[in-house]
């Protein structure tokens, strides 16, 4: 990455998955070895700083004494200038932002093309919303001019029901797994920053987090993000998903599920059960000890749970 990057994220409502996305790229960079500086500009929900800690990123308050958006040169030289990525969490719907947030990134924005920053808008989206589509066109017909677009599909609910339309729009495409309830019940359980929770599991989650870490290592090998976040996430991400499950049965749904033992216990079940359905059903032999370990590894599942 030759260039300082500015990302913007933006969604077109709350509950998109803006946030995960910005701490998402911003943990990739990090875990790639950029110089990151994260801003939480949504002074009505600072989803960013509550969920990363208080530290992770810098914030914005539009009206109160500390406010500073009045000086986006000032705020430039801050924390664009001298980092590799810069990352703005917007709030819901810039499509309604007026006054001093607009003024506020156009003022960045005009920088950004006097020093020659490449300006990346990132437009979350997820499955099922209503109207999801239309709006994320007039974001696109929007921003286009004032920088890159970058569609993110966040699968949040797993149905990766995405309205066809989207790919219409000739923009850039990037896909953000679902991420199973458990999984995000062991993100949410510490307040720091995506790349510590990696690399410092919690005790009894560590093959948890190396799920995450495995479902993140795919959004990092999508060309439109290693060549932001760079080959170096790519192969601590390999090191970090190593403990991963490479499969399992149940569906991972509360924070028990989530455990070394539940995970361990559910991967060996799940091995089972794929035993028995691959296995020859006029061979008796074989069919009797997969059978056997089908029954060992369900019972080891109840006594659990």
């Known amino acids: 990455m030759s260039k300082s990057v500015l990302a913007i994220t933006l969604t077109n409502a709350g509950g998109e ?7 998402t790229l911003a943990a990739l960079a990090r875990l790639g070895g950029r110089a990151v500086t994260v801003a939480d500009i949504d ?10 800690g208080d530290r992770a990123a810098v914030s914005l308050d539009w009206a109160g004494l500390e406010y500073d958006a009045g000086d986006p040169a000032g705020w430039f030289e801050r924390h664009v200038c001298g980092q590799d990525l810069t990352i703005l969490d917007t709030g819901a719907n810039m ?10 990134l156009a003022g960045l924005l005009n920088l950004a093309a006097q020093n020659e920053v490449r300006v990346i808008f990132y437009c979350v989206t997820s499955p099922n919303k209503a109207g999801s589509d239309g709006l994320v066109e007039l974001m696109y017909q929007r921003f286009a001019r004032a ?17 066809v339309s989207l790919a219409q ?14 999984l995000q019940a062991v993100r949410l ?17 560590e093959r948890a987090t190396a799920m995450i870490a495995a479902k993140l290592l795919g959004v990092a090998r999508q060309p439109a993000i290693a060549e932001i976040v760079g080959d ?3 192969t601590e991400l390999q090191a970090l998903s190593a403990r991963a499950p490479l499969d399992y049965h149940y569906t991972l749904s509360t924070l028990r599920h989530a455990s070394n033992a539940s995970l361990s216990a559910n991967e060996r079940l799940g091995r089972a059960w794929n035993g028995f359905r691959s296995s020859r059903a006029e061979d008796d032999a074989e069919l009797l000890i ?7 590894a369900l019972m080891n599942w109840r006594q659990m749970h």
Request: proline letters at 7%.
């Open 232 to 234: 170096a996430a790519i």
């Open 147 to 163: 920088g890159e677009i970058v569609i993110v599909q966040n699968d949040r609910d797993g149905s990766g029901d995405f309205k």
């Open 290 to 296: 997969v059978a056997r370990e089908l029954r060992a």
């Open 189 to 205: 359980r510490r307040a720091i920053p995506l790349d510590a929770v990696l690399r410092d599991p919690e005790p009894d989650y």
């Open 95 to 104: 499509l309604a932002a007026q006054g001093k947030t607009t003024a506020f």
């Open 43 to 52: 002074p009505g929900n600072r989803g960013f700083l509550n969920r990363n």
């Open 17 to 23: 998955g803006k946030t995960t996305w910005s701490e």
């Open 169 to 182: 729009l000739g923009a850039t495409m990037v896909e953000m797994p679902h991420l199973p309830a458990a």
